[in-house]
C-alpha cells in the first residue's frame, strides 16, 4: 500500500508539472506514467512512448510479455516495427499549485522554530555565544570611559565601536549556517511546494527575535555595570533601534554567504574573510581620512561602518570627546565619522541589508533551478 501510494504521490507532483524521471521492474507503476522509455542490453534504446502502446508495439498480449521480448532481445538485436509510436508530452500545466506565500512563511517559520528547538547544540551556541561575548565585553571594558574625569577617548571611541561590531557579528553568525546545512532539501521543495521569498523570510521571522533578545540584553548589561554613557530612556532605545539595524545587515550577509558556498566546513572559512572587512574598513581602527582612496570607497559598501558611525550618534559620542583636548584631537581624525545623523545612517543600514538580501534571493533562486 505504501508504494502505491509513492505512485500516486509521484502522479500529483507530475500533474503539478515537476518532471518525475524514475526506473522500475515493477508493472503497476506503470499505471501513472505518462512516458515509458524501455532500454534493452547493450543500453539501446527499444521503446518510448505510452505504456499503453508498449505491448501492440512489440506485437504482444501485455507489459508482462513485453519485459520477456525485451530480456530476451540480444544486444545487437535491432527491434523494428513499421508503426512505432512517438510520444507525445502531455500538456503542461498553466499554473502550479501552491499555497500562498503567506502559508509558506507561516509553515516555513514554524517549521524553523522547531528544528531550532529540538536542536540543542545549535540552540546552545547561540544562546552561548553572545554570553560569552558580552561577559568578555564587561571584563574588558573598565567602569565610567565616557562620563566625567575619568573620560577616555581613546577607550570610548573603541568601545563604541566594538558594540557596533557585536550587533554585527550576532546577525553574521546567525545567518551564516542556515541555508547550507539545508540546500539539498530546499531544492526538492522548491520543485514542488515553495518558493524563495516566504522560505528567506521565515528565516528571518525566526532569528530577528533572537537577536532582538541578545541586543537588548548586551544594552542591559553594559549600562547596568556603568560600560556606557549616561543616557535617557529615549537615547537606549534609539541605540536598541540601531544595533538591531546592524544585526540584520550582518544576517543578511550571512545568508548571502551561506546560499552561495555548498557546506557547513565551506561556511567557517568565509567566517573570518567576512569579519576582516568589517574591522579594517569600519574607520574605527584606522581613521577614514588616513585611509586611501580605495579604502574609503571599499568602506562605503562595509554596513558595520554605518553602524559603528551610527552607534557614535546614538551614544553621543561627540559630546564625550569635546571633554578634553585629546578628545577632540581623536575627534578630528575620525573625520566625517561623527557627523551626519542617525536617521542617515539607519536609512542606509536598511538600503544594504534590503539589497543583501535581495542577492541572496538572487543566488538561491539559481542554485535551486530545476
Request: aromatic letters at 6%.
Amino acid at each position: 500500500m505504501a508504494a502505491a501510494d509513492l505512485m500516486d504521490v509521484l502522479r500529483e507532483l507530475a500533474t503539478q508539472g515537476t518532471t518525475i524521471v524514475m526506473t522500475t521492474h515493477h508493472l503497476e507503476d506503470l499505471r501513472v506514467a505518462d512516458r515509458l522509455v524501455a532500454v534493452v542490453s547493450g543500453g539501446r534504446l527499444a521503446f518510448d512512448g505510452p505504456p499503453a502502446l508498449a505491448p501492440e508495439y512489440f506485437e504482444v498480449d501485455d507489459m508482462v510479455a513485453v519485459y520477456r521480448v525485451l530480456a530476451a532481445t540480444a544486444p545487437d538485436t535491432v527491434i523494428e516495427h513499421e508503426d512505432a509510436p512517438t510520444f507525445t508530452a502531455p500538456a503542461k500545466p498553466t499554473a502550479r499549485r501552491v499555497n500562498s506565500s503567506v502559508t509558506q512563511w507561516r509553515i516555513l517559520a514554524r517549521r524553523d522554530v522547531d528544528v531550532l528547538l529540538r536542536n540543542r547544540m545549535s540552540l546552545a551556541i547561540m544562546a552561548g555565544s553572545p554570553v560569552l561575548v558580552v561577559s568578555m565585553f564587561a571584563i574588558l571594558f573598565r567602569s565610567g570611559a565616557f562620563d566625567g574625569a575619568t573620560v577616555d577617548p581613546t577607550a570610548s571611541v573603541s568601545i563604541t565601536y566594538w558594540i557596533a561590531f557585536a550587533g554585527f557579528f550576532f546577525g553574521l553568525t546567525f545567518g551564516l549556517l542556515q541555508i547550507c546545512t539545508e540546500l539539498a532539501i530546499v531544492r526538492r521543495e522548491v520543485l514542488a511546494t515553495i518558493d524563495v521569498g516566504p522560505y528567506l523570510l521565515a528565516k528571518a521571522a525566526v532569528l530577528v527575535p533572537v537577536l532582538g533578545a541578545v541586543n537588548l540584553v548586551m544594552i542591559a548589561t553594559l549600562a547596568g555595570l556603568d560600560r556606557l554613557p549616561s543616557l535617557s530612556a529615549s537615547s537606549l532605545v534609539t541605540l536598541f533601534g540601531v544595533l538591531m539595524l546592524d544585526s540584520l545587515a550582518g544576517l543578511a550577509l550571512g545568508l548571502l554567504a551561506s546560499a552561495a558556498v555548498s557546506s557547513p566546513a565551506q561556511a567557517a572559512l568565509a567566517l573570518p574573510m567576512l569579519c576582516f572587512p568589517a574591522v579594517l574598513f569600519s574607520g574605527a581602527v584606522l581613521p577614514r581620512p588616513a585611509m586611501t582612496a580605495v579604502g574609503r570607497a571599499m568602506g562605503i559598501g562595509v554596513s558595520d561602518r554605518w553602524g559603528f558611525e551610527a552607534v557614535a550618534r546614538a551614544i553621543h559620542l561627540d559630546r564625550t570627546l569635546a571633554a578634553g583636548d585629546t578628545g577632540r584631537r581623536i575627534a578630528v581624525e575620525h573625520g566625517g565619522a561623527l557627523s551626519g545623523s542617525v536617521v542617515s545612517h539607519s536609512c542606509v543600514l536598511v538600503a544594504l541589508t534590503l539589497g543583501l538580501l535581495l542577492a541572496t534571493h538572487v543566488v538561491l533562486a539559481r542554485r535551486t533551478e530545476a
